[in-house]
């Protein structure tokens, strides 16, 4: 039988949820995961001295953990689970039915009666249950929803946090406080751990652009169309290599910082890879990186079908390490058994652990035994670090022991870090270049195949080219530059908006709870470059990129309005038969996204559209400086934006396609008291041809989108003499 080296690589990552302006984290997953997995995963290893593995640690996520240790973040989750149940507000509440039921029901939740019964009893009450659930329900809900993300160790053996989970139900205040504290130690612990693993030698830390962009497309969008021809084309495209090294010399920076040493590896974000991202790697110090098999299949232009027990075609190509030699530099490459990793990823969560453990041992044996040779079979197993142990029995702690001890001791299977696995490899095939593409279908599909793909795209490359030219104005001291210590913050901005993690929700590949955040996450990183180069944001960051599906879909109108425009509500009859929309939005404050646009009213007379916005809370006459945003979508790009000082409107402007802003032309009125309206005479359009008028309304203040309706686009008005609207002209 050849020898067998396992090359086990755990990917950690998960995505900058920090708000780049307040530092508020918009969703808790990376505290959730470093409490339930990251020390867990290297713990666990421990126990086995012999098995060897590789850690990806993305520096963002590992930053993350730092500031979560330190204990000076502000998460609302975190705050809201340990607030004392009887100080709790309606949004607190709010945020806590929202949140607590955010996982792996039937292997986290179900281990609880009492978070099975709170979480049928919200289902069944809605959103009754915030006002149904009493202090007791209250606290018991804050406890195990944080109890069910502790790791299992804790769960099993710490003192406090056992007896919690022994307990069950009937918490008090004092066991919030104990776990709080326990949650904090946790925290602490998970760098450190990794730290003192690969110092012992059983780990080798690898690293991954510091914020997971996909580095060939920064250095240009264009290669995707190289791995799929039939890509939708980026134009202009985003061409910023330099983007693509400082993302590698910031990774290896922060990993000295971290981990005490310089990485010798590299997972590129998601796999992906090209010969112009190596040969930076390369020249940077680099000495391996890795992706998938379906990479080495592209560029030996060979497959790797398995037969009925799994075992693959051209076996002697996949299980070995590769030598790229780019460009004058060198870097070796491990490319993934897809088949093995996804075993473990989506398969091995259904099965018994040691059962599970067998079938992945007896495949490993296979391998050794028909890979014949004189070097040894090295089968990489590649996947993500956190997200399958949400789908096993016991966070996939006892298939991991299982697993590990079977490799232990097989004589004929040695369980190395990615650099042990290349000194032991013998000797190692060269190749002048790679395929481009990502773990994913060797493509790049994900991140630019669709529509939603490419606008965010396109507002990106649009940020990063104004920074590019103030930071020429800069260097050059013409009138365009910003002051100098403004163009770190807005630059941080920007690396953390090219990171995957936003284009891997765009497009119709990937959805979840938290899309609307999601996207909001990203816009926000863009304004941010705007604000800190103090420009004003582009319109179209006001708007999801994502589309979403509302409950609330826009009421045509019903007849036609007469519309006295004063800023008041003059008759119920004023505005019957109205065109009407609501969004789906919680009322109140989300992360610190304050909601103000309430319900829209819209309608027509003979000679003039009307429009009406209602506020969410309190009068608009209370609002301080800002202004309301009008765009219609005519020929035009009429945009109309009422300036508003001391609750009155100071001025009124109207901006089209291609000419500057200037004072509003008559036919047009607007009025701003408790709600705000808007009268704009239909001559004032250019509708030739149209068969739909579509309009938005934004809020901005301080040059920055702070509420939009609605969220997804626009509201969609068809024209025709069958409808109560103007026919086409």
Not at 168 to 176: F, V
Not at 315 to 337: C, N, Q, T, V
Not at 412 to 425: H, K, Q, S
Request: hydrophobic share 40%; proline share 5%.
């Amino acid at each position: 039988m050849t020898r067998v080296h396992l090359v086990l690589l755990w990917h950690m990552h998960q995505p900058q949820y920090r708000d780049p302006a307040t530092k508020r984290y918009i969703l808790p997953w990376t505290r959730l995961h470093a409490l339930k997995d990251y020390w867990g995963m290297v713990r666990t290893l421990a126990e086995f001295p012999r098995v060897h593995a590789t850690f990806n640690v993305v520096p963002s996520l590992a930053q993350q953990i730092e500031e979560y240790a330190s204990g000076d973040f502000d998460d609302p989750w975190f705050r809201a689970a340990f607030k004392a149940a009887d100080e709790l507000t309606p949004a607190d509440k709010r945020e806590i039915l929202h949140r607590a039921f955010q996982l792996n029901h039937e292997r986290l939740m179900s281990r609880w009666p009492r978070f099975v019964e709170l979480f049928e009893w919200a289902q069944k009450s809605g959103e009754r249950a915030a006002a149904q659930f009493s202090a007791r329900d209250w606290r018991d809900l804050q406890l195990l929803s944080q109890l069910a993300w502790m790791d299992e160790e804790y769960l099993a053996r710490d003192p406090i946090v056992s007896a919690l989970a022994r307990k069950g139900a009937d918490y008090t205040e004092a066991d919030k406080e104990a776990l709080r504290e326990k949650q904090a130690e946790l925290l602490a612990r998970v760098l450190p751990e990794y730290r003192a693993a690969a110092e012992r030698g059983q780990i080798e830390v690898s690293t991954t652009p510091f914020y997971h962009p996909i580095l060939p497309l920064l250095c240009d969008s264009q290669i995707a169309r190289v791995a799929n021809p039939h890509t939708p084309a980026l134009v202009p495209p985003f061409r910023f290599a330099e983007d693509a090294q400082e993302q590698l010399v910031r990774a290896r920076r922060y990993h000295q910082h971290v981990f005490g040493q310089q990485p010798a590896g590299l997972w590129p974000s998601e796999g992906s890879v090209s010969d112009e991202t190596l040969d930076i790697a390369a020249e940077l110090g680099f000495r391996w990186f890795a992706t998938d098999e379906g990479i080495l299949g592209r560029t030996r232009n060979i497959g790797f079908w398995r037969d009925g027990v799994g075992f693959p075609e051209n076996a002697h190509e996949l299980y070995s390490p590769w030598k790229f030699k780019i460009r004058g530099g060198e870097i070796h490459g491990f490319f993934r058994d897809h088949y093995l990793s996804d075993l473990i990823g989506f398969v091995y969560s259904r099965m018994d652990a040691a059962a599970a453990a067998d079938d992945f041992h007896r495949r490993l044996r296979l391998i050794g035994e028909r890979t014949h040779g004189t070097k040894p079979a090295t089968v990489a197993v590649i996947l993500d670090g956190e997200n399958a142990w949400e789908y096993y029995p016991g966070s996939g702690r006892e298939f991991l022991r299982q697993l590990y001890r079977r490799i232990a001791d097989d004589p004929d299977i040695r369980a190395l870090t990615a650099t042990e696995a290349i000194a032991e490899a013998g000797e190692i095939g060269a190749l002048e270049g790679i395929f481009p593409g990502s773990w994913i279908d060797a493509n790049f599909n994900i991140w630019i195949g669709d529509a939603e793909d490419i606008r965010a795209w396109e507002l990106l490359r649009d940020a990063r080219e104004l920074y590019a030219k103030v930071q020429t104005a800069g260097r050059e001291g013409t009138p365009d530059a910003s002051r100098a210590e403004d163009l770190p913050l807005a630059y941080e901005a920007l690396l953390a908006a090219e990171g995957s993690d936003w284009c891997w929700w765009y497009g119709p590949e990937h959805g979840s709870a938290n899309d609307q955040e999601f996207d909001e996450l990203y816009r926000k990183h863009l304004v941010q470059v705007y604000s800190a180069l103090g420009r004003e944001a582009p319109e179209a960051l006001a708007h999801l990129i994502k589309r979403v599906l509302l409950r609330s879909r826009p009421v045509p109108p019903t007849d036609w309005l007469t519309v006295e425009v004063d800023g008041r509500v003059t008759s119920y009859f004023e505005w019957l038969g109205a065109g009407y929309y609501a969004a789906e939005r919680r009322d109140g404050t989300m992360h610190g996204q304050v909601y103000s646009l309430g319900e829209i009213f819209y309608g027509f007379s003979a000679d003039s559209f009307y429009l009406r916005v209602d506020s969410l809370r309190e009068p608009f006459e209370q609002l301080g400086a800002c202004e309301f945003r009008f765009a219609f979508e005519d020929q035009s790009e009429m945009k109309l934006v009422a300036h508003i000082h001391n609750g009155k409107i100071a001025n009124l402007s109207v901006e089209r396609k291609g000419t500057p802003s200037e004072n509003a032309p008559r036919g047009i009125t607007v009025a701003l008291d408790k709600i705000i309206e808007l009268s704009v005479a239909r001559e004032l359009f250019l509708l030739a041809g149209q068969t739909t008028l579509r309009f938005s309304v934004s809020l901005w203040r301080n040059g920055l989108p702070v509420d939009v309706l609605p969220a997804e686009g626009f509201i969609e008005v068809p024209l025709g003499s069958d409808v109560y609207a103007w026919s086409p002209q």
